[in-house]
């Protein structure tokens, strides 16, 4: 049948089929389209890779894995998903809906394609020239970091972190090695890509992402001036996952005594007196200081007749014993009613430390942010040393359209870390106590003078706080505000500016009540502004040519400024009273009173330009050019030049040197110049300042004034200029086993001149010293780094890392001056002097050791020879070098370093069924030295009336070669120093972590829990040293630390 429309039909019809057939193309895409899920983990280490990229391939649609590394995307079927994340290598698989997709990412290895910060930018560690050593934080935040100082202390090569006993922690730094005599030996930190003034305690170590130490000239050069003493580049956290994540972190610990020397209780206390007041009478009188019972009278080989003829002291045997060996009535009454008191543990305490901090991070497509908020308290080990702190930190960065993004970086910190005033006296009190002696009176009130008041002696640092007052803090604003903007042809300006403000106050009060204080009251009252800011204009090229050639070019303009105030006013003898405390320091005499100010002004700028090139990956080169300025130099030295030049080789790459155990290697050579300007930033002005006497001047009227002093007391030095050292570093990078074993070796050679020196001036000039640049020290070292997976199974993996290094550095000049001598062929030669008050010799180690050699102690038997220095035996025999009977400086020997000759490092990291981690940090000191005098067991105007560290001493009856008598001899008034190792072995932390399970986590809405403990200085050993600590000589800590850390 033929069928014929009409138009108005067909148009109808063509609608209808259209519509049709777009439902069915709509039903299809439906059924196509399916919701995958799955999980993101560590092929090495089964965690979880959290923030990892899954997108669909040859789309724009793509999700972040969340805190489990958990991830849900709508994907066409049979689409292709990749999986990305920094620091492994990317996988792409078949989108599959049918069941939780496991994903597993291999890491890559650091030393290939790592980003590393370098210093206004960033670079793959593959392609890096200098010496470089990358921290990750991630793993070490599973061991309590209290200080950023506890962070770096984890195996950086080089990198030396001090410890220190009190509340606050942290600890001196130093990388490579001493380079000044004079100047400050700290590396420079920069934070975010800015220089950073303040300190590190400012900075929460919960918040450091990874840590970048620069250590070579080449690699720190770019930032001039302030890179003599290597770079230290801290990253801080951003938000990296889609979804908000929470994070609460709880650390609680108990801070003890890890080094102790304890001192003579109260029996231990008798015997030492004792043998001190025969030793003083040189042994004479035997029997004479002894208690007269009848077995030590018997022991002694006298009769109670001739103990009691030896003075005509009244009372009974025991008071006239007491009085003999020198005890005070209060300690002779308290030996009779058997009172004693541990001043000991009066001192000291187990701290108990807080530490909490929560944040919140996240990211968009434009923008990420990450906040956190702090409180820290710590009561150390000693009485009355507290600090507390609250940090913040803010991190923003949005993306306002495809060519500018900007950002902000916001640290605040409010800390009292000075409480000196107020903290115990624990050397004081342990020592100048008797353990006979009384902290408070028979009515319970608290006593000023221990040991009683006729004498004047003792110390109660709990009766002084009853007088004292203070409030004392300071307040800091770090702030960055940056811009970037995109150009054409891939050309980025960035542009930073940081203004950063400190505030410190100190108001301090001594009360008129306290009996033992003369100034009727006492008041202190100072304030302190630092306004510091800086500007970082960079303008960087990345571009890369046929494929092999790239070249990237950074150039900087720099600025800074730095000012300070500060006003002191100290007010005395209050009228009519001090009730108000340093509230009404206006009520202090005038006369009696002081007012002070100083304030500070100096600028700095810098011009830089870096240029990289690498050809195929694998032959690169870097060289840069930094031109600082700073006003703090002379006026004909405002400027200098640090240029720096570095070249690698990838030869792993090669194919004509392909070994199937290498998996990487890499040769550095480098060198460049760094400059040290840390001195005064008046230095090389002259200075006017008021003298301590006054005169009267009449005027014509016959007025009379008292009018102060004004004189120079500083001489100028218009050509002062910047230290300068130079350095020297090969390098070589290696891997095997697909880098299951790989590490590093770096040498180095470092020569720093124009060294910031006192040069001593005739006394015509009317000055002692000028500030110059005179003399040279030469740093040379070597650092091994050395990691390896050590065993990886499904439910065990062993992680080791060993790194060894030592530095030697030689004074090779100080001030140019010259003697003549005869060498050994007769001939006239001119030797450079050294400079025996500071102990610097030229050819020797800056802390070298050079002193009398001590032989031992003269015997029993050795009297004739003993007695030619005037000495007994019991005294030390020292060796005379020259043999004519005295004692100069011709005798002196070199006898090692106060600094060690090598140190090393070892650290193991194991996992157990995935979700326990155990963590051992070892490190060690070799070869160092110091001297004490303490074997002289003469030390202390006040010997014989006060307590003592339990010591070893020579009596007839102990005649050891090791320590003199008690109050020996100073031989001809030397006092010669004994040289003591100070090798030692710390187990510096142990550190054990356990995550939840997720399956029962989730129940609660926790996304992650981690519980974890450690043991911060858990052990040491030290085979020779016995004075407190090996490494700080005085007190340390050991604290324990438990802990949590939830996320949601």
């Known amino acids: ?578 009730a108000l405390g340093f509230h009404n320091i206006g009520a202090a005499t005038l006369l009696k009173s002081s007012f002070s100010s100083n304030d500070t002004h100096s600028t700095g700028d810098a011009l830089m330009g870096r240029l990289f090139y690498s050809f195929d990956n694998k032959y690169m080169l870097t060289a840069t050019i930094r031109r600082d300025g700073y006003s703090a130099f002379g006026a004909s030295n405002p400027r200098a030049t640090f240029p720096s030049i570095g070249v690698a080789w990838n030869f792993g790459d090669e194919k004509f040197l392909k070994w199937e155990p290498l998996s990487t290697g890499k040769l550095r050579l480098s060198w460049g110049k760094g400059g040290n300007r840390s001195i005064g930033i008046y230095q090389a002005l002259s200075n006017l300042t008021i003298g301590t006497g006054k005169y009267t001047y009449a005027t014509s009227t016959g007025t009379l004034y008292d009018l102060g002093q004004l004189y120079v007391d500083r001489m100028a030095n218009t050509s002062l200029k910047w230290e300068s050292t130079a350095s020297w570093n090969g390098g070589l990078d290696f891997g095997f086993f697909n880098n299951r074993i790989n590490g590093s070796i770096d040498v180095y050679h470092m020569p720093t001149t124009d060294l910031l020196m006192d040069q001593s001036l005739p006394n015509f000039t009317g000055f002692s010293v000028v500030t110059t640049n005179l003399g040279e020290v030469v740093n040379d070292g070597m650092e091994i780094n050395l990691n390896a997976n050590v065993m990886h199974r499904t439910n065990f993996n062993w992680n080791a890392n060993v790194s060894f290094f030592y530095n030697r550095n030689t004074i090779k000049h100080l001030y140019y001056t010259y003697t003549s001598t005869l060498d050994a062929n007769g001939n006239t030669v001119s030797i450079e002097n050294d400079d025996n008050a500071n102990n610097w010799h030229i050819g020797h180690d800056i802390n070298a050791i050079w002193t009398y050699k001590v032989l031992g102690i003269w015997q029993k038997g050795e009297e004739t020879q003993a007695a030619k220095y005037g000495e007994i035996p019991g005294d030390v025999k020292v060796l005379d070098v020259d043999g004519d009977g005295k004692y100069t400086n011709a005798d002196k020997q070199f006898q090692g370093s106060t600094k060690p000759r090598f140190r090393w490092t070892m650290r193991h990291d194991f996992t157990f069924f995935r979700n326990i981690d155990l963590s051992l940090n070892f490190y060690s000191y070799m070869g160092q030295y110091a001297t004490s005098t303490e074997y002289l067991n003469n030390t202390g105007a006040l010997i014989d009336r006060s307590n003592s560290y339990i010591r070893q001493y020579w009596t007839p009856d102990n005649p050891t070669n090791s320590f003199a008598r008690l109050n020996s001899n100073n031989v001809q008034n030397i006092s010669p120093a004994q040289v003591i190792s100070r090798s030692f072995i710390r187990l510096d932390n142990v550190a054990v972590s356990y995550l939840v399970p997720s399956s029962f986590t989730k129940k609660f809405g926790i996304g992650q829990l981690r519980v974890n403990g450690s043991v911060r200085n858990a052990a040491v050993y030290a085979k020779d040293w016995h004075y407190w600590d090996a490494e700080t000589g005085s007190l340390l800590q050991r604290t324990f630390t438990i802990g949590a850390n939830v996320t949601f």
Do not use: C
Not at 220 to 229: C, D, E, L, P, R
Not at 432 to 455: D, I, K, R, T, W
């Open 1 to 578: 049948m033929l069928m014929i429309f009409s138009t108005k039909k067909l148009r109808r019809l063509h609608v209808l089929l259209v519509a049709m057939l777009s439902t069915l193309f709509f039903q299809q895409a439906m059924a196509q389209s399916q919701i995958v899920t799955g999980k993101v983990t560590d092929a090495n280490t089964g965690e979880a890779v959290i923030g990892a990229t899954v997108m669909v391939v040859g789309t724009k649609t793509g999700v972040s894995a969340d805190i489990d590394g958990n991830f849900k995307i709508n994907a066409p079927a049979n689409s292709m998903l990749e999986f990305k994340s920094i620091g492994y290598t990317s996988v792409t698989v078949k989108a599959d809906a049918s069941k939780p997709m496991q994903i597993k990412l291999s890491g890559i290895h650091k030393d290939l394609n790592e980003v590393v910060v370098i210093g206004y930018g960033t670079a793959q560690k593959k392609d890096l020239t200098g010496s470089i050593s990358t921290l990750k934080t991630e793993k070490l935040e599973k061991e309590d970091p209290r200080s950023v100082q506890e962070l770096l202390r984890s195996g950086v090569p080089g990198l030396v972190v001090g410890q220190t006993s009190s509340a606050k922690g942290g600890g001196d730094i130093q990388l490579r090695g001493q380079r000044s005599l004079k100047a400050d030996n700290s590396p420079l930190l920069v934070v975010d890509g800015v220089i950073f003034f303040g300190e590190l305690s400012e900075i929460n170590p919960l918040d450091i992402d990874q840590v970048d130490v620069l250590k070579d000239a080449s690699s720190a050069a770019i930032y001039g001036a302030k890179a003599a003493n290597g770079v230290i580049i801290i990253t801080t956290k951003k938000g990296k996952t889609d979804k908000p994540t929470i994070r609460f972190t709880a650390n609680d610990g108990l801070a003890t005594m890890a080094a102790n020397r304890p001192v003579y209780d109260a029996d231990g206390y008798i015997k030492y007196r004792q043998d001190l007041f025969n030793s003083t009478t040189r042994f004479v009188n035997p029997g004479k200081f002894i208690n007269p019972t009848a077995d030590n009278l018997a022991s002694a080989g006298i009769t109670y007749a001739q103990w009691k003829a030896y003075d005509a002291l009244a009372g009974t045997d025991q008071e006239i014993w007491l009085q003999r060996i020198g005890l005070f009535d209060i300690e002779r009454a308290n030996y009779a009613k058997g009172r004693t008191y541990d001043w000991y543990k009066n001192s000291f305490q187990k701290g108990l430390q807080q530490d909490y901090t929560v944040s919140a991070s996240g990211k968009s497509q434009y923008s990420d942010y990450y906040f956190s908020m702090g409180y820290i308290h710590n009561n150390g080990i000693v009485v009355g040393d507290t600090y507390s702190a609250y940090r913040g930190n803010l991190k923003l960065n949005q993306k306002i359209n495809n060519w500018l993004t900007t950002g902000a970086n916001i640290n605040f910190q409010d800390r009292n870390d000075n409480n000196s005033d107020l903290a115990v006296d624990w050397a004081g009190q342990i020592i100048n106590n008797s353990p006979y002696s009384n902290p408070v009176n028979e009515a319970g009130v608290l006593l000023g003078q221990p040991m009683g008041s006729s004498n004047n002696q003792g110390t109660n640092t709990a009766y002084s706080n009853q007088f004292k007052a203070l409030e004392e803090g300071t307040n800091v604003l770090n702030t960055t505000l940056y811009a970037t903007v995109k150009f054409p042809f891939n050309i980025t300006f960035n542009s930073n500016y940081s203004p950063r403000y400190q505030w410190y106050y100190r108001r301090y009060w001594e009360s008129s009540q306290n009996p033992l204080w003369s100034d009727n009251g006492k008041v202190i009252r100072e304030n302190q502004k630092n306004f510091d800011w800086q500007v970082d204009n960079t303008l960087n090229w990345d571009g890369v040519f046929a494929q092999k050639h790239r070249i990237k070019v950074t150039l900087l303009q720099n600025a800074e400024e730095h000012r300070t105030w500060n006003d002191l006013t100290t007010g005395t003898d209050f009228t009519p009273t001090d």
